[in-house]
């Protein structure tokens, strides 16, 4: 069984910085593959950005050049680094993991259907 727990989330002005943090505990081979999804309210779950334990990483266009995702495999932990945020990068943020392979393409990597595991949650709001 894998446990998924995130915190760091919080209030920020826009153009600010956040650090998520996701505690992670179970099999190995589930944490495989593990990444960071965001979601707003009547709005899908979107991938933001993934990480495999050979530490590949995977961004979609609205972060990338400003989020920066890392892990510790002995922890195990994952990270998000959120730098010059945007009002639109409000939303639940979930950690997730699943196993290795589905971190192979962008596609499947950032698709919330590949998920096995997901975290509770933790909001971000940007504000002006």
């Known amino acids: 069984q894998v446990q998924l727990v995130e915190s760091g989330g919080g209030s920020v002005q826009a153009g600010g910085s956040l650090t998520l943090s996701c505690a992670a505990s179970?099999?190995?081979?589930?944490?495989?593959?593990m990444g960071w999804f965001r979601q707003v309210p009547g709005k899908e779950r979107e991938g933001v950005a993934t990480?495999?334990?050979?530490?590949?990483?995977r961004y979609s266009n609205s972060v990338k050049g400003r989020f920066t995702i890392s892990r510790d495999n002995a922890k195990p932990a994952a990270y998000l680094q959120m730098d010059s945020l945007k009002l639109e990068d409000t939303a639940m943020y979930y950690c997730?993991?699943?196993?290795?392979?589905?971190?192979?393409?962008?596609?499947?990597?950032?698709?919330?259907?590949?998920?096995?595991?997901w975290g509770q949650g933790t909001q971000v709001t940007v504000d002006s």
């Open positions: 997730a993991a699943r196993p290795r392979i589905y971190c192979a393409t962008v596609a499947n990597s950032l698709s919330p259907t590949r998920v096995e595991y």
């Open positions: 179970g099999y190995s081979y589930s944490l495989g593959c």
């Open positions: 990480i495999d334990s050979t530490g590949i990483t």
